[in-house]
Structure formats: structure tokens, C-alpha cells
């Protein structure tokens, strides 16, 4: 597999203190990395029927969309509160401290219909457990997700549930 590794930077104490922040700007600005991870990305969904792939804000939407066309699918963002027009799907949920909430489109999926979630990174994996939740409350039915980066020192895989594959490109 790629190694995007030298791509990624580490940035301390970015946005807050204490927390060391992956800036994946220079995989994107690089086009021969970003082509082959994007097709490292697409590669264990090909053919197994993806229709919708669902980004989720806002370097989802920049790894997701690009995705979608490669698997000959749809694209549906799902975003941060109060940014879609009515009618909209919401969930909410916990964060370290506080809470935040993710929307998507009402009827952006249909019933049934496969749905793969795609995200920059996997950190406490609250927000991709959420966008798990919003892809059911639309009634689609969820393939699995896929992220460039997993940080295993957060342990967010353990908040991934219901068995469906989480594939991650780089862990660090
Ligand atoms: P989690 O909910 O798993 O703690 O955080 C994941 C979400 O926060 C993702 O949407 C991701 O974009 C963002 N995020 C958390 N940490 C980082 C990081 O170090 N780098 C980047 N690029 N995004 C992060």
C-alpha cells in the first residue's frame, strides 16, 4: 500500500494546546499522492455496489466527492449544524466537552439504498459513529468507512459498531 506518511504534517498544539493536529494539505496539493490515495481509498469497495458516498465536513467532502466519482456514485455531504436548507436529518452527539450535531439532506439517500462514510481522520471516533447514525436515520443501509488516517492512540475504532468494515489508509 501507498505510504502518505511524509505527506502528513504534525502540528502541535493546533487549534488548542495539547492536541497535535494532522494537516493532510500537503497530500491534497500534491496530485500523484492524492490520485493514488484516492485509489487506495476506493480500492476493498470496488465492486461491491456503493451508491452514495457520504463526506462528512469538511475534509470529507475533499477526499468523499473525489471518491464518489471514482465509484461511480453519489456524493452527499453531511454537515455541521444550520449550513443545509430544510428539510433536514439531524444527530447529535457527545463530544470531550460539549456537544455538536450533524445534518444531512432529508431523502439525500434513499431507502435501502448503500451508503459508505469517508473522512480525513479517525481521532475519539464520535463524529463517524455519528454520521453512522445519521446514514441509518436516513434509511440507507451502511457499507462500512473508509479514512486516510487513524490515530490508534485515541482508540476511536471502538466506537465503531454493528460489524460493517473500517478501513483506515495510514495509522500514526
Ligand atoms: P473524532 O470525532 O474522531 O474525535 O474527530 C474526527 C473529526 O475531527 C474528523 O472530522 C476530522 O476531520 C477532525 N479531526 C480530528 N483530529 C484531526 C486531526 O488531527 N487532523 C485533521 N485533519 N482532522 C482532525
Known sequence: MQDFTALIRAVADFPTPGVMFRDVTPLLADAGAFARCIDALAEPWQGRGVQAVCGIEARGFIFGAALAQKLHAGFVPLRKPGKLPPP????????????????????????????????????????????????????????????????????????????????????C
Not at 135 to 158: D, F
Request: aromatic share 4%; charged share 15%; glycine share 14%.
Open 88 to 171: 433536514v436529518v439531524t444527530v447529535d452527539y457527545q463530544l470531550e466537552y460539549g456537544s455538536d450535531r450533524l445534518q444531512a439532506q432529508a431523502g439525500a439517500i434513499g431507502p435501502g439504498e448503500r451508503a459508505l462514510l469517508v473522512d480525513d481522520v479517525l481521532a475519539t471516533g464520535g463524529t463517524l459513529a455519528a454520521a453512522a447514525a445519521l446514514v441509518g436515520k436516513l434509511g440507507a443501509e451502511l457499507l462500512g468507512a473508509s479514512v486516510v488516517i487513524e490515530l490508534p492512540a485515541l482508540q476511536g475504532r471502538v466506537r465503531w459498531q454493528g460489524g460493517a468494515p473500517l478501513y483506515s489508509l495510514l495509522r
